[in-house]
């Protein structure tokens, strides 16, 4: 679909924009034009809740034992770590950044994020040594799992909890679990990075000389809320009426079982690794036709969804960093501002015609991407309870696999799945570049959707891919899905060699079944059974 009111494609203003737009999204979208100066509020003691953070307390308000929103980090080390200047690290950052000192409290018709005094973060010790070496693994996904679910009370806990699981005498993992009120994806970027320096300043015994920070993310609540309030949003809001205007059509996947009338949020992972020639190649074509491989990962999920559902309409959602001001680039908070991308795959559009369309759908949407999701559905005042989310179902995320890891001294440090058990919305495609590949995470609904189903719909993914990046020049609908295992299993079922005969009709068919099976069931309806001599009797009263 168009980019909305973006300049015609023939201009050179509209080309310089489109690539500047274009680069603003290699960088994951999150170094947009800088924003308004935040000024400091003078009540440093609380803050209004940013309206992402509002949308998260009406959640857990609502919906009892509510773990969909925790967000767990583990990290394994090898090398020695020293277990007390760790927890010392943790705190000074818990002190440092306000938003992991915030609880959330009634106040008058409403709700405020109030301001702590500076803990200690306590760093729990489990040892798991004593344990056979094929046995410690198990345990240790089990404890995680366990450690990833407990619930936060949004009104008094701290929501940042950390975990060090000793493995071995120079091995263990670190688990970080924290409230999405208070951490995005960005944040644990910060966290490792600012982590990283004050361990190190830590055991050499020097002082900690980290810059200073020019807000808090009270700061930036208590501004996006006066913000929103003034004209510079009409802009924003008038693009996205313009976009989602109509009808929008629910993703309507199959699914294993019937979907229920209200959503549990049980999920699991199901992971794939695409290999690096189909990367490779992806990338290639990407940058062809002036997109990025964040758009290209869009445009083959659309693809998917669009094969499996048969609507010629697909709509996703896809968080950016939400951090266009540059003040809030160094805090800790929740910023994510979710996208929601409308893509036409009317007309039998081919892979790269495909692409082209996702890459003016997606400039559009970050050049509008200030106003908040939360204003944009109560805007539509579309229904945020029931079996789904608002105006989405499925959901991408591309991640930078190396932004602002964890660096420990002489310790090797990689990152640990967690299986939590909880997912927002029905599918959730996460994606990465490695060394090896295109890494798929795909959180799915575990009430409609079997295990197998999740890895099926990966194998597919990866087929189309691979099959797209061969020819972009092929029609969507014809691009193949089966995956290799399947095209096996489907040569070998019909190799039955069984002799079917001469071409027949379906009444040859019925009366031979009557003379087989005269007694038998043919047709069930309700309280009422036919027989196969008695559906050929009345088949044969119609005639």
Not at 106 to 116: C, I, M, T
């Amino acid at each position: 679909m168009s980019g909305g009111n973006l300049p015609s494609p023939g201009s050179d203003r509209a080309s310089l924009r489109r690539a500047a737009l274009a680069r603003l999204l290699e960088r994951e979208g999150v170094e947009a034009a800088q924003g308004p100066t935040i000024p400091r509020r003078a009540d440093q003691t609380s803050a209004p809740l940013s309206f992402s953070q509002e949308l998260l307390w009406l959640l857990d308000q609502s919906t009892p034992d509510l773990t969909a929103y925790n967000g767990p980090v583990a990290r394994r080390l090898r090398g020695r770590v020293d277990p007390d200047i760790l927890e010392q690290a943790l705190s000074a950052l818990v002190e440092r950044h306000e938003a992991l000192r915030s609880v959330f409290k009634a106040a008058g018709e409403g709700v405020v994020q109030v301001v702590e005094p500076a803990l200690p973060l306590r760093l729990i010790r489990e040892d798991l040594r004593s344990l056979a070496p094929g046995a410690r693994e198990a345990e240790l996904t089990s404890r995680m799992s366990v450690a990833a679910r407990e619930r936060f009370d949004l009104r008094r806990d701290p929501l940042l909890r950390a975990r060090l699981y000793r493995l071995d005498d120079t091995e263990s993992v670190l688990l970080l679990v924290s409230h999405h009120i208070v951490m995005d994806g960005w944040s644990f970027g910060v966290l490792f990075r600012e982590l990283s320096e004050t361990y190190c300043s830590l055991q050499e015994r020097r002082a900690i000389e980290l810059p200073s920070l020019p807000i808090t993310y009270g700061d930036f609540a208590a501004w996006q809320r006066e913000t929103a309030a003034g004209s510079g949003m009409a802009e924003h809001l008038a693009y996205w009426r313009r976009t989602l205007d109509g009808t929008l059509p629910a993703q309507d996947l199959p699914t294993d079982r019937p979907r229920p009338p209200t959503q549990d949020f049980a999920g699991a992972t199901a992971r794939r690794v695409v290999p690096r020639p189909v990367l490779d190649a992806l990338k290639a074509l990407a940058q062809a036709h002036g997109a990025s491989l964040y758009m290209a990962a869009v445009a083959a999920y659309q693809a998917l969804l669009h094969r499996y559902s048969g609507q010629e309409e697909i709509l996703i959602g896809s968080p950016v960093a939400g951090r266009t001001p540059r003040e809030t680039e160094g805090l800790i908070g929740y910023f994510n501002n979710p996208l929601v991308l409308r893509t036409r795959l009317d007309g039998n559009p081919s892979f790269a015609e495909l692409l082209t369309r996702v890459r003016e759908t997606c400039l559009g949407a970050y050049e509008h991407q200030a106003l908040p999701f939360e204003l944009l559905v109560l805007d539509l005042q579309r229904d945020q309870r029931g079996s789904h989310a608002p105006l989405f179902r499925c959901v991408l995320t591309m991640q930078d696999a190396h932004a602002d890891d964890l660096g420990l001294p002489g310790v090797q440090v990689s990152s640990v799945p967690v299986e939590h058990g909880s997912v927002k919305f029905d599918l959730t495609l996460l994606t990465s570049e490695h060394a090896d590949g295109l890494h798929f995470d795909l959180e799915y609904r575990t009430d409609v959707f079997d295990p197998e189903t999740a890895a099926r719909i990966l194998g597919h993914l990866e087929t189309l891919l691979a099959a797209a990046v061969a020819d972009p020049s092929m029609p969507v609908s014809r691009l193949p899905l089966l995956t290799a295992g399947e095209r096996a299993r489907l040569a070998e079922w019909n190799a039955t060699g069984e002799n079917l005969g001469a071409p027949t009709t379906i009444a040859a068919l019925l009366a031979a079944a009557a003379v087989r099976r005269p007694a038998a069931p043919a047709i069930v309806a309700g309280p009422v059974t036919l027989s196969w001599a008695e559906l050929s009797r009345r088949a044969g009263q119609l005639a």
